[in-house]
């Protein structure tokens, strides 16, 4: 256990490591490149991430959390459009995850980072039907914490998205569909 931890407390340090770098002035393209979300790199972290997602020690799952937030807003930086909703890498990952059947708790919490990052808008757009998929699940003593967080997290960010758009007195009746 306290080489699961070590391991995931340096690969979260470098993914912190990457970002840092990615954000200084001298950044050159090769590293860019090597950091891309197609990396070798990258998918080598998100192959960890993915294994460990359910481990049974709390600070290796919340270490497996910090690094997938990191490789997104790593992967983020090394494209040039400032839109991640139409690049191929976030679609990829994200009807990856949505493909998953929803007894594995790992799409929740995957999920619930990428609508931190992406916005709950845009998983809508990719699969409209989550939020009920997500209610129906809640009757499952196991995965109600879960997906509790995962709609939790969709509801606000959804609120807020819609607050801030012209659709501002509207939001609730998106729900409600």
Excluded at 132 to 154: F, H, N, P, R, W
Aim: with cysteine; hydrophobic share 35%; proline share 2%.
């Amino acid at each position: 256990s306290r080489m699961a931890m070590s391991v995931s407390r340096n690969l979260s340090l470098w993914t912190t490591s990457a970002l840092d770098a990615l954000h200084s002035d001298s950044c050159s393209q090769y590293l860019k490149n090597s950091l891309n979300g197609n990396s070798e790199a990258i998918q080598k972290l998100l192959e960890y991430i993915w294994t460990h997602w359910e481990h049974p020690l709390d600070g290796v799952r919340h270490q497996s959390k910090t690094i997938f937030k990191n490789i997104l807003k790593i992967h983020q930086k090394t494209i040039d459009s400032s839109c991640g909703m139409t690049d191929p890498f976030f679609l990829n990952m994200t009807h990856s995850f949505l493909s998953l059947e929803w007894h594995i708790k790992g799409k929740y919490v995957s999920l619930g980072c990428l609508v931190e990052y992406l916005g709950t808008e845009y998983i809508l757009t990719v699969d409209d039907t989550v939020p009920k998929q997500v209610l129906g699940i809640m009757l499952e003593q196991s995965l109600a914490t879960y997906a509790s967080d995962l709609l939790e997290k969709m509801f606000e960010s959804h609120k807020n998205e819609l607050m801030s758009s012209s659709q501002s007195n509207n939001w609730i009746k998106q729900w409600h569909k």
